[in-house]
């Protein structure tokens, strides 16, 4: 265990003795561990930082925004937005294998990302949120993994830039990121969020990704993760227990919950007309490890509550449906 303000000093300490006054870059994807190693990095070195956030079209609602306004506007840091969605959805379109779809976001996160950088040349480092479990998992990556953790060991920047790894959060846990984040001013939800897949809603777009599947999916997802933000979880409190460790709401009381967007049609009826639009399946589940989980027994009038607003308020679904199932046998996300 150990103190915050001492480890938040002796970690600048260290930053600022192994990069002297060389400049980094930084990727940021809107993550905790990128976000954190941003904040502590910019808090050793300031403007000898830059970040490069790249905008692949597949983030969440509002999410490009609260990265700026959080980095930018508020800490004070230099990021570089790159608005590459229209690049994204070219290479997607036409696209509905899973693990194709993987790949290609992933090549173009890399190409984006190494175009980028590749105008700073005088950095020296790339900084990485690399986190303690990443070092002791990053012998095998199946199925998935598209993190920029894993792409940049591969290289693919300017051979002259020849840049050396940062990775200030390596010995690091999970739950010391989001305190150390915490300490270093990053917004408490922000810090707690449920984990994020790198391919973002491509994995949560059924089949061949389209903008305007984005745009309704975004809005759907943001009203189901609003209502589970804003249901009080009602725990049985036993005498004795750590009332800290009960959780506030709905959405921490889950450990990932999201909506998914089905291509397909079903009729539906709204005043005297006959709609046929597009379903939207909610997802939210309870685990340790996200190598089984069960799926949450949410209320339902919670559950209500959100199939009624996201039919009323997104125009272009009409039908909402909630995913009972387990892991295994069926996964977390749907691709
Ligand atoms: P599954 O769907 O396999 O997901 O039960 C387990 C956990 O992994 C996350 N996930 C991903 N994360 N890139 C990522 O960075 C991916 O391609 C990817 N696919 C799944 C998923 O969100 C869950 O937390």
Redesign the pocket.
């Known amino acids: 265990d150990w103190n915050m303000p001492d480890y938040i000093s002796e970690a600048v300490e260290k930053i600022r003795a192994q990069v002297g006054t060389d400049e980094v870059i930084l990727g940021l994807s809107g993550g905790v561990d990128s976000s954190v190693a941003a904040a502590l990095i910019h808090r050793a070195i300031g403007d000898q930082l830059t970040c490069v956030f790249v905008d692949h079209g597949l983030l969440r609602l509002n999410e490009g925004k609260m990265v700026m306004d959080m980095f930018a506007n508020n800490l004070g840091v230099k990021v570089i937005r790159v608005d590459a969605e229209d690049q994204f959805m070219g290479h997607l379109a036409g696209v509905s294998d899973p693990e194709q779809k993987?790949k290609i976001i992933g090549r173009e996160f890399v190409e984006v990302f190494d175009k980028e950088s590749g105008k700073l040349v005088n950095a020296k480092w790339l900084a990485q949120g690399t986190i303690y479990p990443d070092v002791i998992e990053s012998a095998g990556k199946g199925?998935?993994?598209?993190?920029i953790k894993s792409h940049h060991n591969v290289g693919g920047l300017p051979e002259h830039m020849k840049l050396s790894l940062l990775e200030p959060l390596r010995e690091l846990f999970k739950d010391e990121v989001r305190k150390l984040g915490v300490a270093l001013g990053l917004p408490h939800d922000m810090v707690y969020r449920h984990?994020?897949?790198?391919?973002g809603l491509g994995?949560r777009i059924l089949g061949e990704v389209k903008k305007e599947y984005a745009d309704l999916l975004r809005q759907a997802d943001a009203i189901f993760i609003e209502e589970l933000r804003n249901t009080p979880y009602e725990a049985t409190i036993v005498p004795g227990f750590d009332q800290d460790a009960v959780p506030k709401n709905w959405y921490d009381a889950t450990s990932?919950a999201f909506a998914v967007f089905l291509p397909v049609k079903s009729v539906g009826v709204m005043g005297d007309g006959r709609t046929y639009e597009y379903v939207v399946a909610l997802r939210a589940v309870q685990t340790q490890d996200?190598m089984t989980?069960h799926w949450a027994h949410l209320p339902h009038a919670l559950l209500g509550k959100v199939s009624n607003r996201i039919i009323n308020e997104v125009r272009g679904i009409n039908r909402v449906v909630y995913d009972i199932s387990g892991?295994p046998p069926a996964?977390?996300?749907w691709e």
């Open positions: 993987r199925k998935k993994g598209q993190t984990p994020f897949p790198g391919p994995v990932q996200f989980a892991k996964t977390i996300e």
